[in-house]
C-alpha cells in the first residue's frame, strides 16, 4: 500500500492536536508494511520522556478520529510509541532544531537509492542541507520519504532531558 505525501499530511493534522492535548508534541506519521500487515506508527515525545499512559491516551483518542477522518484505505495497525535513538525528522522546524546531528534521509520514488548520510546542516527555503565526505547535499523537504537521527547516546540522554543533543560549546 503506497502512502502519499498529501495522506501523511493529513494524518499528522489528525494527529497534532490529540497529541498535544495529552501534553505531548508529534514527532513523526510513518506508514510502513509490517509482519500481520500496514502499520501506522504515530511517535511522540516530551521533556523528560513519554510512558505508557500518554502512549495509551494517544492512541485511545486518535483511533475514532483516524475512523471518522478516513486517510487511509483499507485496514492497518496504529502503533503510538516513542521515537527512540534514531528519532524520525519530518518538520522543517525539527530539521533546523538538529542541526549537527548525523542524520539518513531516503528520498521518494526513484530517486529512494540516492540515501544520503551526513551531517545535518539544517533547512534553507525548503532545501534540507546534509554534509557528506563528498559535498553538501541539498535536497527538498518534499522529496524527502524518511530521515532519521544518527544519535550518540550521550545525544539520546541529553534529548530525553529535553535538551538539544549537541552540547553548546562553552566560552
Not at 514527532?27 to 509490517?34: H, Q, R, S, T, Y
Not at 510512558?51 to 483516524?66: D, H, N, Y
Not at 534521509?105 to 563528498?134: D, S, Y
Request: hydrophobic content about 40%; charged content about 25%; overall charge negative.
Amino acid at each position: 500500500m503506497i502512502v502519499t505525501p498529501a495522506t501523511l499530511r493529513t494524518l499528522r493534522e489528525t494527529a497534532e492536536p490529540i497529541v498535544a492535548r495529552v501534553g505531548c508534541e508529534l514527532v513523526a506519521v510513518e506508514f510502513m508494511g509490517g509482519p500481520r500487515g500496514p502499520i501506522l506508527r504515530v511517535s511522540i515525545d516530551k521533556a523528560g520522556g513519554v510512558g505508557i499512559e500518554e502512549c495509551t491516551q494517544v492512541s485511545r483518542q486518535l483511533s475514532p478520529a483516524l475512523d471518522v477522518a478516513d486517510p487511509i484505505l483499507g485496514a492497518y495497525d496504529l502503533e503510538v510509541s516513542t521515537p527512540g535513538i534514531e528519532r524520525p525528522v519530518q518538520r522543517a522546524e525539527d530539521f533546523a532544531k538538529f542541526a549537527g546531528c548525523e542524520v539518513r534521509v531516503k528520498p521518494f520514488g526513484v530517486e529512494a537509492k540516492k540515501r544520503t548520510k551526513g551531517i545535518l546542516l539544517g533547512i534553507t527555503e525548503g532545501m534540507v542541507q546534509v554534509r557528506t565526505p563528498e559535498e553538501v547535499r541539498q535536497i527538498p523537504i518534499e522529496a524527502i520519504e524518511r530521515a532519521n537521527l544518527v544519535l550518540t547516546l550521550d545525544q539520546f540522554q541529553r534529548l530525553g532531558e529535553g535538551l538539544t543533543p549537541i552540547a553548546e560549546a562553552t566560552p
